[in-house]
């Protein structure tokens, strides 16, 4: 009586996560091969109730076992899809939640939330949309790992040579190089010039009007200069080096937000742009509207740019390594 019940035990266990039309033949099947594993052991001499046991631990886990019977996968993402989402998820989270913070927190400012606010909107949205990418590209590919049942559904293919990236830039070549230095000249041009020769055309007076406000010149323009030169001489001591690494992305870092933090912090207490450049060239209905718009921006710009400049380093120091 106990041989029986563990084996009926343990095939109605298996069967119970097997399909209704399959059922009959696999328990009958799977009976048969216990009663055969069991008789053998027997045969050399083994009491029957522990060669049963024996056999059932060989068997192990019964839905398990019924997993292999019915070739049902027993993951989310198998080998076959794995890559793909793995890739793809990657590639989202790097760019979505990005973009979604940047979205939410300009229009929390340009709404005039407050600071605590839009940190909470941002840090609100941001894990929202790192949980729905990793739910959904997990749900799509689960759907269609379960529904394809080992065919092409254009996911994946068959590896090639031809489909080998080609080798990642790592930002130390002449051309980088070249485009650093060009970059930091022309903004020291556009500075000088909208210093002397002004950016806008005033019609009342026939004169220009620069945008950056004249109180910057000489002391926070000069050591903006100062920090342009130090990153001119990062970008010559990388080339030289010929790679990012760890201290050059660090240096590179503190000169980002060496220039970025002050330019935030002059944008807001309103001395960093002209402050008679609005006045100048919008019409009064809608000046504290525009100015409200631009500097936003502008404010945005500047951390968008220092942000972006400071990862790209570390990324490519990484690469490197």
């Known amino acids: 009586m106990t ?8 095939v109605d266990a298996a069967m119970r996560t097997v399909p209704e039309r399959q059922r009959a033949d696999l328990a009958a099947e799977l009976r048969a091969s216990i ?38 996968p027993l993951h989310l993402i198998g080998p076959r899809y794995y890559l793909a989402w793995w890739r793809l998820t990657k590639l989202l989270w790097a760019i979505v939640p990005a973009c979604a ?6 229009g929390q400012t340009l709404a005039g939330a407050d600071f605590g606010e839009i940190i909470a909107s ?13 739910f959904w590209t997990t749900l799509v590919f689960f759907i269609v790992e379960r529904t394809a049942k080992g065919s092409d559904v ?6 090639t040579p031809e489909s080998l990236p080609e080798p990642r830039d790592r930002g130390a070549g002449l051309t980088d190089l070249v485009a650093s230095l060009v970059f930091l000249a022309v903004a020291a041009g556009a500075i000088l010039w909208d210093r002397f020769v002004g950016f806008v055309l005033v019609a009342e007076t026939g004169e220009r009007m620069p945008f950056l406000a004249p109180s910057l010149w000489p002391w926070w323009i000069g050591a903006l200069f100062v920090l342009m030169v130090l990153e001119a ?32 912090w002059l944008l807001m207490n309103e001395q960093l742009v002209n402050p008679g450049f609005f006045d100048a060239v919008i019409a009064a209905g809608s000046v504290e509207t525009v100015r409200g718009v631009v500097l936003t921006l502008t404010g945005f710009g500047i951390v968008a740019v220092a942000a972006w400049d400071a990862v790209d380093a570390f990324v490519k120091a990484r690469r490197a390594r």
């Open 3 to 10: 041989t029986t019940t563990l084996t009926e035990r343990y």
């Open 35 to 72: 009663d055969d594993q069991v008789e053998a052991r027997v045969a050399d001499g083994q009491d029957r109730a522990a060669a049963e046991r024996a056999v059932l631990i060989d068997l192990g886990d019964p839905e398990k076992l019924a997993a292999d019977y019915t070739d049902r």
């Open 101 to 106: 913070a940047f979205g939410v927190a300009l």
């Open 122 to 134: 941002v840090v609100s949205v941001v894990l929202g949309v790192v949980v729905h990418i990793g």
């Open 154 to 159: 254009g996911f994946v293919g068959d590896w």
């Open 233 to 264: 001489l990062l970008a010559i001591s990388v080339y030289a080096k010929g790679r990012w690494d760890i201290g050059s992305a660090t240096v590179n870092l503190c000169l980002n937000l060496a220039i970025a933090l002050p330019a935030v």
